[in-house]
């Protein structure tokens, strides 16, 4: 390569590449927590009760707080307060106390939860197009460069 500026483009094409295909992996496995609901969920928020913690040799995942309808009613009104750990505790984002989430529960058994991202994050979907867009430009720079290099 004789020129400079393909060396920096080609740089920049391997960390966009990285970047959109660790980020695709990410919001993918986000996606895939609503198959452990295994039920259409009804979409709701709710905040971090108590965070991630260990004491001694044990581990207490995290509980999530929410409002639903009791267990077996889920044409009742969502008045009662939920405090579970949800299915995904390994949940893409972090999950510190107090922090609002938002979750879908079973409308069969509310107590079945899994958290679908923090408030303030994006949505997985949202985040699976923009990293595949990082993924496909970083791919596309890098063969332009390589194209550019053989000319």
């Given at each position: ?66 409002q ?17 750990v ?34 303030k ?29 053989l000319?």
């Amino acid at each position: 390569m004789h020129e400079p500026w393909l060396t920096v483009s080609l740089l920049f094409a391997a960390l966009w590449t990285l970047i959109g295909a660790h980020g695709t992996r990410a919001a993918l496995r986000a996606r895939r927590s609503l198959n452990l609901l295994g039920a259409p969920g009804i979409r709701t928020t709710g905040e971090v009760a108590n965070a991630a913690r260990r004491v001694g040799a044990s581990y207490h995942p995290p509980q999530i707080r929410y409002q639903a309808p009791p267990v077996g009613h889920p044409d009742a009104p969502p008045d009662r307060t939920y405090r579970q750990v949800p299915l995904n505790p390994d949940a893409p984002n972090a999950l510190h106390r107090g922090t609002p989430v938002i979750l879908h529960y079973d409308p069969t058994d509310p107590r079945r939860t899994v958290v679908i991202r923090t408030a303030k994050a994006y949505s997985p979907t949202t985040n699976l197009v923009w990293c595949v867009g990082f993924m496909v430009a970083g791919v596309g720079l890098g063969l332009g460069v390589g194209v550019c290099s053989l000319l």
